[in-house]
């Protein structure tokens, strides 16, 4: 890693992929935050896979870039709500089943 740059692990797939970042945005997590700054919607949904139990299923590429920041004391639906109400609701998150949801846009 170089510098703006964070390791993001995913714990279902023990995958990684590497992501820029704003260096002050590394802190969110001392305030109880998930933060999102520009973040591709696939790396959100990635990120969002390491603090629930959740698995989400992307149907086809996703194009949207979403900003802003949630309090990590939010339930899964209501991280969800916020994600279709950032996206205009273009992106279609329904739940299939045990911690397991498509998307789709």
Partial sequence: ????QALLVNRNGYTFSRMLIDAPDTDGWKQD?????NMPVAEALLL???YYPVTFHIQRPLKKQITG????????????NVLEDLTDHQLKIKPT???NYTVDQ
């Fill in 69 to 80: 920041s949630l309090n990590m004391h939010l339930t899964i639906a209501q991280i969800i």
């Fill in 48 to 50: 969002l896979e390491n």
């Fill in 1 to 4: 890693l170089t510098a703006n």
């Fill in 97 to 99: 089943g045990a911690g």
């Fill in 33 to 37: 935050k998930i933060v999102f700054d």
